[in-house]
């Protein structure tokens, strides 16, 4: 009880000081730009391979599970919902966190354990402002333009497996895919891919930051750092899919 206490204390404590840099977000603009590009291009070749064939297999599996019972226009509608209100987002943020979650925390936690992170504070440099913040909202932009992307690759993905395996019209699928389209649908989804970020971002960076013990401590700390940000994805999925469906 008492270290799980302190464990929320010292989490809390991470997240004020991350809140209380936030008005210097500016002077990082650069290095904001280039978490960009590290979390979202970096990430998009095994988002959109994955993305594409998880697709494909929800098409395969909405035209198995409806045959007989529901016309092929279903399948189309069946692919577009569930990503975009849940396996978009969901999807996008595990693959993400597995990769650049994981990164970012060795990272972090190789410089905290070479006392690089002490060096930037003698010299005057705020390791928060310098090393935190561009991570936390280069992930919160990166993730909702890598949700777009995978939920149009799983479009694409389920066409292609309804068209060539399943011989259904690509006209039929397409009108599938507008059946019921929601605007809102799309906007929750992109609120969840945005906060997931943030949980990557913040996580990931909290561990590294608290990284002792040499190369083992930061093998700890990335298993740690991905570990917990699976786990708050999953809680947040809930919690915002309730709120916002």
């Known amino acids: 009880m008492k270290n799980t206490l302190e464990y929320i204390g010292n989490v809390t404590l991470f997240i004020k000081d991350v809140v209380f840099t936030l008005p210097k977000t500016h002077k990082s603009i650069h290095l904001i730009i280039e978490q960009v590009y590290f979390v979202g291009i970096g990430s998009l070749l095994i988002v959109i391979v994955t993305t594409f064939f998880c697709g494909a297999?929800?098409?395969?599996?909405?035209?198995?599970?409806?045959?007989?019972?529901?016309p092929d226009v279903y399948i189309g509608m069946a692919v577009i919902k569930g990503f975009m209100i849940e396996l978009g987002p969901l999807l996008t943020a595990i693959i993400v966190s597995g990769r650049c979650g994981s990164a970012i925390a060795a990272e972090i936690g190789a410089m905290r354990i070479t006392e690089q992170i002490d060096a930037l504070e003698t010299l005057g440099i705020e390791p928060v402002r310098y090393l935190v913040l561009p991570r936390i909202v280069g992930s919160a932009i990166a993730l909702p333009l890598l949700t777009i992307v995978s939920e149009l690759s799983a479009c694409i993905g389920g066409g292609f497996c309804a068209v060539l395996?399943?011989?259904?019209?690509?006209?039929?699928?397409?009108?599938?895919?507008?059946?019921?389209?929601?605007?809102?649908?799309?906007f929750g989804g992109l609120v969840k891919a945005l906060v997931f970020g943030i949980l990557?971002?913040?996580?990931?960076?909290?561990?590294?930051?608290?990284?002792?013990?040499?190369?083992?401590?930061?093998?700890?700390?990335?298993?740690?750092?991905?570990?917990?940000?699976?786990?708050?994805?999953?809680?947040?999925?809930?919690?915002?899919?309730?709120?916002?469906?």
């Open 165 to 186: 395996l399943m011989n259904i019209k690509l006209t039929t699928y397409i009108e599938g895919l507008r059946f019921h389209f929601m605007q809102h649908e799309l």
């Open 57 to 70: 297999v929800t098409a395969y599996q909405a035209a198995f599970q409806g045959k007989d019972y529901l």
């Open 200 to 245: 990557m971002g913040l996580m990931s960076t909290y561990y590294g930051f608290k990284t002792t013990g040499g190369s083992e401590g930061v093998s700890k700390s990335t298993t740690q750092s991905v570990v917990s940000i699976l786990i708050l994805i999953i809680i947040f999925d809930f919690i915002l899919a309730r709120i916002l469906f």
